[in-house]
T-cell receptor
Framework: GAVVSQHPSRVICKSGTSVKIECRSL??????MFWYRQFPKKSLMLMAT?????????EQGVEKDKFLINHASLTLSTLTVTSAHPEDSSFYIC???????????FGSGTRLTVV | AQTVTQSQPEMSVQEAETVTLSCTYD???????LFWYKQPPSRQMILVIR??????QNATENRFSVNFQKAAKSFSLKISDSQLGDAAMYFC????????????FGKGTLLTVNP
């Protein structure tokens, strides 16, 4: 089945710095990638949708300038948390739409801790 | 807009027994898909089962089956012969059809399997 590789799995950064999270589709082309945020013991909240060759679509309430999303190629989408603050600490997951009969493919997630 | 309601925040089941997780949803789409995903402690999202809304026959996948009641907008998951490895957070998910592919997640049900 389709595989989405997400890196890094864990990252700790200082407040005020920026962090980039990458999601790569390994054996298929993903023209769209969904980015979610998940708080502990909570559900996934869609932050934005990236589209190859066009601007990302952000959900209501998500700061575009803080969460920069880029879909550089058909196999790479990135989320950059800019000027990170402790409240940005969370679990971030990417997901690609289905390419087969099975379902959406999710990355393994990134645990971001801002200190 | 789509909504997904999982009314059971936590459930427990004895190993080898059967458990049913409830889910109701609301959508204005005529073409949509329903999924159950599990998220074990590793936090990797794993597809459990998928149901196309246009299909009347309930989907089954080995020990997992659904009871899809389209008119009632109900989509419950039955796990038979529960195993310790089934312990996870289970999310009921609705996907809009067409080119949108957006997913709407329920809040999740934390399933504990007792030996």
């Amino acid at each position: 089945g389709a595989v989405v590789s997400q890196h890094p799995s864990r990252v700790i950064c200082k407040s005020g710095t920026s962090v980039k999270i990458e999601c790569r589709s390994l054996d298929f082309q993903a023209t769209t990638m969904f980015w979610y945020r998940q708080f502990p013991k909570k559900s996934l909240m869609l932050m934005a949708t990236s589209n190859e060759g066009s601007k990302a679509t952000y959900e209501q309430g998500v700061e575009k300038d803080k969460f920069l999303i880029n879909h550089a190629s058909l196999t790479l989408s990135t989320l950059t948390v800019t000027s990170a603050h402790p409240e940005d600490s969370s679990f971030y997951i990417c997901s690609a739409p289905p390419t087969d009969l099975y379902g959406y493919t999710f990355g393994s997630g990134t645990r971001l801790t801002v200190v | 807009a789509q909504t997904v309601t999982q009314s059971q925040p936590e459930m427990s089941v004895q190993e080898a027994e059967t458990v049913t997780l409830s889910c109701t949803y609301d959508t204005s789409e005529s073409d949509y898909y329903l999924f159950w995903y599990k998220q074990p402690p590793s936090r990797q999202m794993i597809l459990v089962i998928r149901q196309e809304a246009y299909k009347q026959q309930n989907a089954t996948e080995n020990r997992f089956s659904v009871n899809f009641q389209k008119a009632a907008k109900s989509f419950s998951l039955k796990i038979s012969d529960s195993q310790l490895g089934d312990a996870a957070m289970y999310f009921c998910v609705v996907s809009s059809g067409g080119s949108n592919y957006k997913l709407t997640f329920g809040k999740g049900t934390l399933l504990t399997v007792n030996p």
